[in-house]
């Protein structure tokens, strides 16, 4: 039986690696899903596969996020599409809705998680010239494993997310250090290193 409806995740990137993997464990979770990619054909193989397995509403928008009518056109369909409730922007780094241009009562109760991924075995490596296999395998994290990390730390209210790094109190640590760094940087004179 489908579990009842969390709203509906748009996920970018979603035709392989670990945003499709986003896509399996948020329809588990009980999300419609808009998944965005490149392949139109990859898109709906994958939406036809999590439709039948877990009974959600899946639908695919082919999309070339490096063109900017396309990322219009995902754009507008989050300011227009009132049954999303959650983005995973996990093709590249870019924003799809200007900060800026968005007004201050529709982005509150929003919330951001950035996850910091180690590195992960997915074609990402293959494809950048690097095959993950030549990796030392003690430090690549599987797919599966970095995403069901992530929504741990999601559903735990983190902010930022680093699913290989085991002692936390290292990123505590390093947080306070990069508060007490900010405090230093109003100066009226250039720091000698610069003169
Ligand atoms: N794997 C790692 O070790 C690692 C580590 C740190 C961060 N990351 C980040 O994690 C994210 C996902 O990487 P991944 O490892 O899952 O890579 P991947 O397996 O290569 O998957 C990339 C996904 O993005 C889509 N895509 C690529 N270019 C696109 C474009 N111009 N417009 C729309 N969709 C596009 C691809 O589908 P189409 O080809 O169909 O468009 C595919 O669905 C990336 O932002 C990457 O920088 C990865």
Known sequence: MALS??????????????????ADRLARQGYDLILVARSQAKLNALANHLSNETGRV?????????DKAD??????????????????????????????ASPVDDMEGIRIQAVLPGATATDFWSEAGNPVENLPQEIV??????????????????????PGLHDGDQWDAYEVQRQALSGLFGNSTAAPRYR
């Open 5 to 22: 409806s969390k709203g509906t995740a748009l996920i970018t990137g979603a035709s392989s690696g670990i945003g499709a993997v986003y």
């Open 58 to 66: 899946v639908e695919v928008v082919a999309a070339d996020l490096k």
């Open 71 to 100: 990322v219009l056109r995902v754009e507008a369909i989050l300011r227009s599409d009132a049954r999303i409730t959650l983005l995973v922007n996990n093709a590249g780094v870019g924003a799809v809705m200007p900060l800026l």
């Open 141 to 162: 994290m599987s797919a599966e494993d970095m995403v069901d990390a992530a929504l741990v730390g999601l559903a735990s209210g983190e902010v930022v997310t680093l």
